[in-house]
């Protein structure tokens, strides 16, 4: 049956067809749509992770139980997973394990532009990447078989543009895989340095062997233009990019798998040309795979550098000297940066701190917004779980200057991924520092996911929830206070006691996202415009319900939720 599928949903479909029976992922845009479309699945058990390296660790044990498994995770993630990958590489499997990693050329969401490539060839494991969603659910399949056939785990390199994007699929019926029998081999799976270094030549003798099989491989083909002015070689979605933009000018080596690369079949195909081009997006790894061979006649990153996403104009005109024309508008659309919904809790508290003058070592989340203007108020935001462990290494660094004037804060999902770990260094070094915990209920950034502090799993079933009081007081956190950030003088006196105490603190910032379905609102309010002296107190809130029009606050009633803050900061008693 034909359909329109995302390239997500078209791994989902890929991953129940081949036959897998355990997912456990993490959610990071733009991966999140596998896990949650596989979930869909009765016969499959998908689950949310705490985080990517529990995650990979899951999956690894259910191949080397008999089930094939699947882990998800956008590109900084898998630097999290990569110690279990390294290892499960020198381990292999059981029943075929595979990968997906999702870069973010563009930087759409995320907070570096790194290329996953380099994990797969660091790690010696295969990577495959599709153009299309028929491809991902293609490769997917095929990828159990490289994985069960070769012993090793499988990556599949997605990126935004393929995970996003839309296009036709033929579906099949779901291939029921035997649960394969378990054997206690310890020299395959106890990687202690004796085993381990068996383990070594084997993943050695098998690379050579994958790239025999790449070189006859149908992920990599050629495609030959009889007027062809030169060679391109590409992969992933620059492919679709190079044929829009080049058409039957050129002839085509279309790389499905990026690791390991063939030999022969990229020299014989560049014989045929005085100029081979690689078009791929980020580092030059094609590129340095053709000059390490041999393969001189070769540009790419000279061209197109090594910076942010390719497309179909940047191609004609890099290599065409084409410019392609374009329809624009003659009115100047104002900018829109993202910001903060109407009525986001976390609104609040970081009016607070910067009212507070407070030093912030932020995190990954939604709440990374609070950076932004009006508020400004974020100092730092480095990873997932740095901004505890940030906190601590400043605040060491300079001493009593800083403990009472700055503070970490970190969403419940994220706390729950990495934060724990760098409370329990705060207490257990003694660091006098204070930790916000905004607990939205929710992982907000990624779509809504549960996590293990909202009491559902990842099928919305009854879950056991984390309690984040008890666990903080656990780790050796006496002085654990909850307040609700929309009520301003609370929120801010509660910062002020605990930066003024000398020891260890966290203040749980409580209060449901404001998109949750469950969540009621109040009534919005309203500006009355004669009492309104246009004083803007309200805009530096940031909030986008609130604008200014004659001079005079307004408040947009569709956005609006009744959060109050505004009300809070009206001096003139002119929101009502």
Not at 25 to 38: F, K, L, N
Not at 156 to 181: F, G, N, Y
Not at 270 to 291: F, M, P, Q, T, W
Not at 297 to 325: C, H, P, T, W
Request: hydrophobic content about 35%.
């Amino acid at each position: 049956m034909k359909k329109l599928m995302l390239g997500n949903e078209a791994f989902a479909r890929g991953l129940y067809e081949a036959g897998c029976k355990v997912v456990s992922s993490y959610p990071g845009t733009p991966s999140t749509e596998i896990t949650e479309e596989v979930a869909k699945y009765d016969e499959v058990y998908a689950e949310w992770a705490p985080n990517e390296k529990v995650a990979m660790e899951t999956a690894l044990g259910a191949s080397i139980a008999g089930a094939r498994s699947f882990c998800g995770m956008k590109h900084v993630g898998l630097n999290v997973a990569a110690d279990p990958l390294y290892t499960a590489s020198y381990t292999g499997v059981n029943a075929g394990m595979v990968i997906a990693v999702a870069d973010d050329q563009g930087m759409h969401s995320s907070q570096n532009e790194q290329d996953s490539r380099h994990h797969a060839i660091a790690s010696k494991v295969p990577m495959l990447e599709p153009s299309d969603s028929a491809e991902c659910r293609d490769f997917v399949k095929l990828a159990f078989e490289i994985s069960e056939n070769f012993d090793t785990p499988v990556i599949v390199r997605m990126s935004t543009r393929v995970a996003h994007s839309q296009s036709t699929v033929d579906t099949e019926d779901r291939h029921e895989s035997e649960l394969k029998e378990y054997a206690k081999t310890p020299q395959k799976y106890v990687m202690m340095p004796a085993f381990a270094k068996g383990r070594h030549v084997f993943v050695e003798e098998r690379t050579q062997k994958l790239v025999e099989y790449a070189e006859t491989s149908p992920l990599n083909r050629v495609e030959i233009s009889e007027s062809a002015e030169f060679g391109v070689i590409t992969n992933g979605a620059a492919y679709q990019y190079v044929k829009e933009a080049l058409g039957d000018r050129v002839s085509v080596l279309k790389l499905g798998m990026v690791n390991p690369m063939p030999v022969k079949l990229i020299r014989d195909f560049a014989k045929k040309y005085n100029k081979i081009v690689v078009v791929e997006e980020l580092d030059g790894i094609i590129e340095s795979h053709c000059r390490n061979i041999g393969v001189n006649n070769v540009e790419g990153k000279n061209i197109f550098g090594y910076i942010g996403e390719i497309n179909q104009s940047v191609i004609a005109e890099k290599l065409l000297g084409e410019k392609r024309e374009f329809v624009s508008l003659e009115e100047d659309i104002p900018v829109r940066p993202p910001v903060m919904c109407a009525g986001c809790p976390h609104r609040g508290l970081f009016y607070c701190l910067k009212k507070l003058g407070v030093t912030v070592s932020g995190d990954i989340g939604c709440y990374t917004l609070g950076a932004a203007a009006p508020l400004n108020a974020i100092d730092t935001t480095i990873c997932m779980g740095a901004s505890i462990s940030g906190l601590h290494g400043f605040n060491k660094a300079r001493g009593a200057e800083y403990e009472h004037k700055s503070v970490a804060v970190i969403g419940d999902s994220t706390f729950m991924h990495s934060g724990i770990t760098g409370l329990v260094n705060i207490a257990y070094n003694k660091s006098n520092s204070t930790v916000i915990i905004l607990d939205n209920s929710i992982t907000g950034m990624t779509g809504h996911q549960q996590n293990p502090t909202t009491g559902k799993n990842l099928k919305g079933d009854p879950a056991y929830a984390v309690n984040l009081e008890e666990l903080c007081k656990a780790v050796g956190i006496k002085r654990v206070r909850v307040v609700d950030p929309y009520h301003l003088a609370e929120t801010e006196q509660a910062i002020k006691e605990e930066l003024s105490a000398d020891e260890a603190s966290v203040i749980i910032s409580r209060r449901p996202c404001a998109l949750l379905k469950y969540v009621k609102h109040n009534p919005p309010f309203a500006v009355d415009s004669a009492k309104c002296v246009g004083c803007k107190a309200c805009m530096k809130l940031g909030c986008p319900a609130i604008s200014i029009r004659d001079k005079k606050a307004v408040i947009d009633h569709t956005q609006c939720v009744g959060c109050g803050i505004c009300k809070e900061q009206c001096k003139f008693s002119a929101i009502e």
